[in-house]
């Protein structure tokens, strides 16, 4: 009896869940005709979150010459070449950056972090992301969820049937959880700009404007194959090294310079 309570309340507040993730209750769009074309920084927004829109602004500062690399897996910006215009992304990472620093190390710079924010509440007000507050609900709901669920699946003596929708029930929830903001109006732009520029994917330095956007599409696969050098010497795509005071020992700048 404690097994089918267990898996029923688990798949009643799934289901609640799922009409909230997928957007039963949320507010209409607005109308499609009327938005404006999105910037790469927003693309890569709706492609991987947080991390891909920085990285994307920071490939833009590169594409204009206003950052460098520096040894080891840093990057430094270049005080003659200060980027104009562009995204409001990529100038927040410019002003903050003095010296050496990891590409990890000047995103969790809170006025680095703060300046996602703008993007991300237009990508809301359009459609093509769910609300944080929507987010949080969700996750709110999965949780009691899968504790449910756990419960059914533990419980001694339960028929086959009951642990095997028990263990389901947990998997659904699990998933659901970890998928990305991205709406389903969100996925379907996202997928049309991917299908329209599939055939010019391997776009050159020699066209910043069409090289940014593809990284903005396509992420790694991109900036592995086309700006491959930068990509490693940066550590673009990689942790940042550990400092000596990471492993306990000694006091040292490191990657980051002591006034930043």
Known sequence: MIAEVAVGAAWSLLVVAALMRFGFGARPAPDPSRQR????????????????????????????????????????????????????????????????MHPRRLWVIERVSRAVAPEAREAERTGLLLTRRRVVAV????????????????VEGADPPWHWLALLA????????????????GAALLGRLRGERIGVRRATVRAPAALLLNVALFGTPVLREQLPRFTDESGLLARPP???????????????????
């Open 37 to 100: 074309p999105l910037t790469p920084v927003e693309i890569a927004l709706l492609r991987g979150g947080r991390r891909a829109a920085l990285q994307t602004a920071l490939v833009e500062l590169h594409l204009v010459g206003a950052v460098e690399t520096a040894w080891p897996a840093a990057v430094r910006r270049v005080d003659t070449a200060a980027p104009r215009g562009g995204s409001g992304l990529a100038r927040a990472q410019y002003n903050v950056l003095f010296g050496h």
């Open 139 to 154: 996750r709110v709901v999965l949780l009691p969820a899968l504790g449910a669920a756990v419960v059914g699946a533990l």
């Open 170 to 185: 947990g998997a659904f929830a699990l998933v659901l959880g970890a998928l990305p903001r991205r709406t389903h109006k």
């Open 242 to 260: 550990r400092e000596p005071m990471d492993r306990g020992g000694g006091s040292s700048c490191g990657v980051v310079t002591c006034g930043g």
